[in-house]
């Protein structure tokens, strides 16, 4: 259904349109917040293809080539073999399809298999229920809550720390 594939200059057009819709945004990296302005995407962008410690992959329709999204692994410590999972599905018609899913089940691979990590985390506001029930069922276990951490829709709200380790995920793949 889908693939991950590097994003270039051509891919910005897509993320002019996604970093301009509130719904889309919502739970989304707070970067996205306040980024609006085409400027401030473009500075944005760029900090993202020149990013060589992180990864940083779009998501694009296997059949259409169409980039719906952005996901990968930051904050990568390569002493603890450790990162933070981040996904972002702007195209809002391929929302409740099970997009989300793949694409982590394909990241936790890379994570795993290809960069030698040992633990995967991440952090999701505790309004996004169907992230919440998504990353369970990909294997994360919640750790903890960052109390109010995240200000949205006029209110704070608790992020809940989820963290997937290699055994686990290993383990997940033989079932």
């Known amino acids: 259904m889908i693939e991950l594939k590097a994003l270039n200059k051509l891919h910005i057009s897509s993320f002019y349109k996604w970093l301009n819709d509130s719904e889309s945004i919502r739970y989304s990296l707070s970067a996205f917040q306040k980024t609006n302005s085409p400027d401030e995407v473009d500075v944005w962008f760029q900090s993202v293809l020149e990013d060589t410690k992180g990864l940083n992959l779009g998501i694009f329709l296997r059949d259409s080539e169409q980039l719906i999204g952005f996901t990968g692994i930051c904050k990568i410590s390569r002493l603890n073999k450790s990162g933070e999972y981040f996904i972002f599905i702007g195209d809002k018609s391929q929302w409740n399809k099970g997009i989300g899913c793949e694409v982590t089940r394909l990241v936790l691979k890379i994570a795993f298999c290809e960069k ?57 793949v033989k079932a």
């Not at 709200?157 to 383990?171: F, G, T, V």
């Open 116 to 172: 030698g990590l040992n633990r995967l985390m991440l952090t999701v506001s505790e309004p996004n229920i169907g992230g919440l029930k998504a990353y369970q069922k990909a294997g994360f276990t919640p750790e903890g809550k960052l109390r109010q951490a995240c200000f949205r829709d006029g209110a704070y709200h608790d992020k809940i720390i989820m963290s997937i380790l290699k055994n686990e995920y290993l383990k997940s």
